[in-house]
T-cell receptor, first 112, second 118 residues
Framework: DTGVSQDPRHKITKRGQNVTFRCDPI?????LYWYRQTLGQGPEFLTY????????KSRLLSDRFSAERPKGSFSTLEIQRTEQGDSAMYLC??????????FGPGTRLTVT | AQKVTQAQTEISVVEKEDVTLDCVYE???????LFWYKQPPSGELVFLIR??????QNEISGRYSWNFQKSTSSFNFTITASQVVDSAVYFC???????????????FGQGTTLQVKP
């Protein structure tokens, strides 16, 4: 069991550019979650997949954000036309059914 | 609405002291889960414990113990004989209840930064 992995670990981009992050969950975990964490705050839920179906999206997830989980394996989170307010740590977590979630190391996004 | 409050923003103790981190939650669900996660300086959230709403027994794991009191909606975390390696941000979290229809999404508190000095 290699744990949840995320790529890249750090991303610096200019405002207006598109970025894509990848998450590889623990194998056989059917649930996958994306969270966003800003400095000094707890993580905030963004979206949730059960297998390949995206079943819930937070109101935090504007139209510029899109997430996919093709074939119920890895997931991608894309942010279009990035804004400075998008700067944060993006965390991915996976779980088997509704048991405890295991988190990846996160992708730190800096929008300049 | 669901909410988790960790009123202690920062706590500083000297090594070997005991320390308790407070967590108070709000939910209308009758079944739910409570969690504690540790976030060391490296940044990766580490799962510590999950508790379901029907199990109010206290739990002890080594130097860690948890006190769940449904009557006061609290789920406090105590570290006994703290060590420098315990220095981290600790998050309490709440999720909705059982069943495949529940999302299991976590609602986190703002975290408590624990500094253990040698």
């Amino acid at each position: 069991d290699t744990g949840v992995s995320q790529d890249p670990r750090h991303k610096i981009t200019k405002r207006g550019q598109n970025v894509t992050f990848r998450c590889d969950p623990i194998s056989e975990h059917n649930r996958l979650y994306w969270y966003r964490q800003t400095l000094g705050q707890g993580p905030e839920f963004l979206t949730y997949f059960q297998n390949e179906a995206q079943l819930e999206k937070s109101r935090l997830l504007s139209d510029r954000f899109s997430a996919e989980r093709p074939k119920g394996s890895f997931s991608t989170l894309e942010i279009q036309r990035t804004e400075q307010g998008d700067s944060a740590m993006y965390l991915c977590a996976s779980s088997l059914k509704n048991y405890e979630q295991y988190f990846g190391p996160g992708t730190r996004l800096t929008v300049t | 609405a669901q909410k988790v409050t960790q009123a202690q923003t920062e706590i500083s103790v000297v090594e070997k002291e005991d320390v308790t981190l407070d967590c108070v939650y709000e939910t209308r669900d009758t079944t739910y889960y409570l969690f504690w996660y540790k976030q060391p300086p490296s940044g990766e959230l580490v799962f510590l414990i999950r508790r379901n709403s029907f199990d109010e027994q206290n739990e002890i794991s080594g130097r860690y113990s948890w006190n769940f009191q449904k009557s006061t909606s609290s789920f406090n975390f105590t570290i006994t004989a703290s060590q420098v390696v315990d220095s981290a941000v600790y998050f309490c979290a709440l999720s909705d209840g059982y069943g495949s229809s529940n999302t299991g999404k976590l609602i986190f508190g703002q975290g408590t930064t624990l500094q253990v000095k040698p």
